[in-house]
């Protein structure tokens, strides 16, 4: 059974800061691999997907890269704003059709 | 933008009652996806169902069921609430990055329903 791990559970960094959170997964047989943010007590919004072929996907301040054969995954927030506080959620497809998420990284950007 | 509407945003509910969760999604997308989220435990998946009529268990099909009449409807029961099942329960549905296929879904999320069980 796949699982997928985020570390660090918590992280506070002062505005303005570059920062990197972790994902790693113990099957590197996957189909695609999601970044998602949540805002409390809300629902997911999907930030990036790397599909099993390619290597990096970027989004304005965002980049999220993906090593398969490592089983690991990086998502780089540049220039972190207040607004990027928030729960960052990763997560594979590998058994075709339903995603194994990891518990998420609670990320706090204070001002 | 795909629109994925869960009807109720906070339930509470009495154990031993019936609790239907609905559903809807605006795009026509084959996939559903019932997830469930609690603190500590992360998302874990319900059922999801890849056509009308059709559904598969996930990690945690007990208590549950589910239903899909129509492919833009997807509906999660609890046939006899517990206090056990008082969570987030989130809805999504994806369609496949290449058509046909079933890797590479993108998943759209619902806004989540809140249900506590007294």
């Known amino acids: 059974k796949q699982e997928v791990t985020q570390i660090p559970a918590a992280l506070s960094v002062p505005e303005g800061e570059n920062l990197v959170l972790n994902c790693s997964f113990t099957?590197?047989?996957?189909?695609?691999l999601q970044w998602f943010r949540q805002d409390p007590g809300k629902g997911l919004t999907s930030l990036l997907l790397i599909q099993s072929s390619q290597r990096e996907q970027t989004s304005g301040r965002l980049n999220a890269s993906l090593d398969k054969s490592s089983g690991r995954s990086t998502l780089y927030i540049a220039a972190s704003q207040p607004g990027d506080s928030a729960t960052y959620l990763c997560a594979v497809e590998s058994s075709g059709y339903a995603l194994n998420f990891g518990k998420g990284t609670s990320l706090l950007v204070t001002p | 933008d795909v629109k994925v509407t869960q009807s109720s945003r906070y339930l509470v509910k009495r154990t031993g009652e019936k609790v239907f969760l609905e559903c809807v999604q605006d795009m026509d997308h084959e996939n559903m996806f019932w997830y469930r989220q609690d603190p500590g435990l992360g998302l874990r998946l319900i059922y999801f169902?890849?056509?009308?009529?059709?559904?598969e268990k996930g990690d945690i099909p007990e208590g549950y069921s589910v239903s899909r009449e129509k492919k833009e409807r997807f509906s999660l029961i609890l046939e006899s609430a517990s206090t056990n099942q008082t969570s987030m329960y989130l809805c999504a549905s994806s369609y496949p990055l290449r058509v046909g296929t079933a890797g590479a879904n993108v998943l759209t999320f619902g806004a989540g329903s809140r249900l506590t069980v007294l």
């Open positions: 169902s890849y056509d009308v009529k059709m559904k």
């Open positions: 099957d590197s047989a996957i189909y695609n």
